[in-house]
């Protein structure tokens, strides 16, 4: 693990520390992230492209998590 990766894996935990998942949910999300980071850079930006255009972040992020549904669940299924 890089550098670079192990930065990414520590604010993701201190992130979803805060959402209350259970752990294995947890260490599955920093899985997919640390596998596609390409993939959740662009579905930051998309989110924050909303968020400009007047969203609240949560609203945002939900309605690019919907638009790209198909590639997440490949992503988090393993596939």
Same mark, same amino acid.
């Given at each position: @693990?890089?550098?670079?990766? +192990? +930065?990414?894996?520590?604010?993701l935990?201190n992130q979803l520390?805060?959402? *209350?998942?259970p752990?294995q949910?947890?260490?599955?999300i920093? #899985? !997919?992230v640390l596998?596609n980071p390409?993939f959740?850079e662009?579905? !930051?930006? #998309?989110? %924050?492209?909303l #968020?400009? %255009? *007047?969203?609240?972040? %949560? !609203? !945002?992020m939900? #309605?690019v @998590?919907r638009?790209h549904? *198909?590639e997440l669940?490949?992503? @988090?299924? *393993?596939?």
């Amino acid at each position: @693990m890089g550098i670079k990766d +192990f +930065f990414v894996k520590k604010l993701l935990q201190n992130q979803l520390k805060k959402t *209350g998942l259970p752990q294995q949910q947890q260490d599955m999300i920093i #899985e !997919a992230v640390l596998k596609n980071p390409q993939f959740f850079e662009k579905i !930051a930006k #998309e989110a %924050q492209v909303l #968020e400009k %255009q *007047g969203m609240n972040q %949560q !609203a !945002a992020m939900m #309605e690019v @998590m919907r638009k790209h549904q *198909g590639e997440l669940q490949k992503i @988090m299924l *393993g596939k």
